[in-house]
């Protein structure tokens, strides 16, 4: 069975080891990034497919990601409430960090990303 692939960016260590394990416990295979820059170096590598994106807002709400595979699901995490993320994600959770929330978003992300299908 193909393990979806998520491309985790958050310059906290211990937040991402934390959704790592989360994710990796339920299946999914997990490539850390801790800024844009390394996300991006990823992300450029032809033999990596990325099914999905969860990525850190810049702590000032800003959620600007490059437009490199906009067919890619995007998930935000933000300190902030929804109402002062700007528009431009998939869908949006605020910290602290809730396994089970994070499972059932991340699903239903990968869910819409492929018209609904199961």
Do not use: N
Not at 65 to 89: A, K, M
């Amino acid at each position: 069975m193909y393990r979806k692939t998520i491309l985790l960016v958050d310059p906290e260590v211990q937040r991402r080891a934390q959704i790592r394990y989360t994710l990796a416990l339920h299946g999914y295979f997990v490539l850390e990034a801790a800024c844009v820059g390394d996300a991006k170096t990823i992300w450029s590598a032809p033999e990596i497919s990325i099914d999905l994106v969860i990525r850190d807002t810049d702590g000032d709400g800003s959620v600007e990601w490059p437009e490199w595979r906009p067919c890619v699901p995007l998930l935000l995490l933000s300190q902030f409430s929804q109402s002062q993320v700007e528009s431009g994600s998939d869908d949006f959770w605020s910290l602290p960090f809730d396994p089970e929330r994070l499972l059932l978003q991340v699903a239903w992300a990968l869910r819409s990303a492929r018209g609904g299908s199961t």
